[in-house]
């Protein structure tokens, strides 16, 4: 459990109790915008089913299968049946995929919505109909489209990709017809952020912040963003595609790019590339849908890995695939004039050997027991739900996934060194208690511990769980609020 995996849930949750889509942690559950609707929705139902997380992890798993049955089914129509299948299943093995489809985040859920879409694209482009307006599978493209926008925000990319198509094989109608219904997709979702008196999308915000983490650091130049847009596509380059659509190579993120990884990873973007023109009609989305995804990561201002790249890694793989298939056919055949010179299943038989060490580490990992550090803040999370009403307010550093486990009130404190606007910050929040834990977030030790430490008389030691110690801390708020009036 992390904070963006319990956000779904308690979003799921209040869907699926029928209070709409609020924030159940906080003081008078208000409506939210944080994340978009689409994955809690899908969570809803099997939510109000039972309360169970390992339920909603199997239906990730059930939707990874459905977007790989779709690239399938797309793929067989543009290359070999053979070669599809080779494509599809070394895509499933890769072990970044697979370790998402077993996280309660909209990755998975993002990814069978795509891969719709993609289907859904092939169909409508060789239905023979004349009349391009009645074929269901436009309207159905648009939907599908519009909900993984509706799912994840990074969907703007897939509008980009399908539009950027069906301009460059003249379709301007069509294409006209479908922004149109994309942004009618759209627009329940922004009403009701309008109704609701919310901001605008937060992403926006998190875009231009020099650090999502300190927002004291201020917002980005213009400058500044271009520079961390090239200083995170080298990163890509150079690490997160080759590290994780091969995933037996291992990379430092923090080192500097050699010159070996620059080669290395331009070498198998070209093969991607390659790959990708063996689709022929569809390479040109392709390309665009990939490189506007990488685009919007390049944008990013947290430190981002190869996690954002996930919901592209099966088009990357399948790209790799067709792409080394390709060569090596086209090798094989000027040596020793075969024509059909082998079967791409066969190369299953390498990725399974090449992934099979990444995917019994990522199982391994899971099975481990919970570090202490998490183990403390869960148990101060059990033992407020059991000890505590309800009505409580707690203040940690990772409040959602404290209510998860204690189902009372929760809130941040607020990311400043100043430690009399944290003390306000409480006050307004209506904290009972604090929890310091040790968690190893830098917020924590950076605002929260010296705040602490200047105002002993206003926090008393409640409970302490585990080692390290998480400590539950009782907040004396009518004590705070005098000491501050009387400044």
Same mark, same amino acid.
């Given at each position: ?277 063996? #689709?022929?009609?569809? !390479?040109?989305?392709?390309? =665009?849908? *990939?490189?506007?995804?990488?685009? $919007?990561?390049? %944008?990013?201002? &947290? ?28 090798? #094989?055949?000027?040596? !020793?004039?075969?024509?059909? =010179?082998? *079967?791409?299943?066969?190369?299953? $038989?390498?990725? %399974?050997?090449? &992934? ?37 307010? =707690? ?93």
């Amino acid at each position: 459990m992390n904070g963006d995996t319990s956000q779904y849930y308690i979003y799921a949750t209040s869907l699926a109790q029928g209070e709409g889509y609020t924030e159940l942690g906080t003081l008078g559950h208000p409506p939210t915008n944080g994340f978009p609707p689409g994955y809690p929705l899908l969570m809803a139902p099997l939510r109000a089913l039972t309360p169970s997380i390992v339920a909603q992890k199997i239906q990730n798993g059930v939707m990874l299968f459905g977007a790989m049955l779709l690239l399938f089914f797309f793929l067989r129509k543009v290359v070999p049946q053979p070669l599809a299948l080779t494509a599809v299943l070394i895509a499933l093995l890769n072990y970044r995929v697979l370790q998402f489809a077993s996280i309660m985040m909209s990755e998975t859920a993002y990814l069978l919505f795509s891969t719709l879409a993609i289907w859904l694209l092939y169909r409508f482009d060789t239905d023979t109909s004349p009349k391009w307006w009645k074929r269901p599978w436009f309207y159905l493209l648009i939907l599908a489209a519009g909900y993984g926008y509706m799912i994840r925000t990074q969907g703007i990319t897939l509008m980009v990709g399908i539009t950027i198509w069906m301009l460059c094989i003249r379709k301007w109608r069509q294409t006209i017809g479908f922004v149109t219904g994309f942004a009618i997709t759209t627009l329940p979702w922004t009403f009701r952020n309008h109704l609701a008196g919310l901001g605008p999308n937060r992403y926006l915000d998190q875009l231009l912040a020099v650090n999502i983490w300190q927002p004291d650091a201020g917002q980005v130049s213009f400058g500044e963003l271009i520079e961390r847009g090239f200083n995170t596509l080298q990163m890509l380059v150079t690490k997160a595609i080759p590290n994780t659509v091969t995933p037996y190579l291992n990379v430092d993120y923090e080192a500097t790019a050699t010159f070996g990884e620059w080669m290395t990873g331009l070498i198998l973007i070209t093969i991607i590339l390659f790959g990708y023109w063996r #689709l022929k009609r569809y !390479f040109g989305f392709f390309l =665009v849908y *990939s490189a506007a995804v990488i685009g $919007i990561i390049c %944008l990013w201002s &947290a430190p981002s890995g190869n996690r954002y790249i996930t919901t592209l890694v099966p088009l990357l793989e399948i790209g790799l695939v067709i792409g080394v298939y390709t060569l090596i056919e086209i090798g #094989l055949r000027s040596r !020793f004039n075969i024509r059909h =010179v082998f *079967s791409p299943l066969w190369l299953l $038989i390498p990725a %399974l050997l090449l &992934a099979g060490g990444h995917i019994r580490s990522v199982a391994a990992e899971v099975r481990r027991p919970l570090p202490p550090q998490l183990s403390g803040f869960i148990d101060a999370a059990r033992t407020v739900q059991k000890r505590l009403p309800s009505e409580t307010v =707690v203040c940690c550093r990772k409040p959602s996934v404290f209510y998860v486990y204690a189902g009372c009130h929760v809130c941040n404190f607020q990311y400043t060194a100043d430690d009399e606007q944290l003390i306000r910050g409480l006050i307004n929040s209506q904290a009972d208690y604090v929890l310091l834990d040790q968690l190893g977030y830098a917020a924590t030790w950076q605002y929260l511990y010296p705040a602490i430490q200047k105002h002993q008389e206003l926090f008393s030691v409640v409970a302490t769980f585990r080692v390290p110690q998480t400590v539950l801390l009782h907040f004396d708020r009518e004590a705070a609020e005098l000491k501050l009036k009387s400044k």
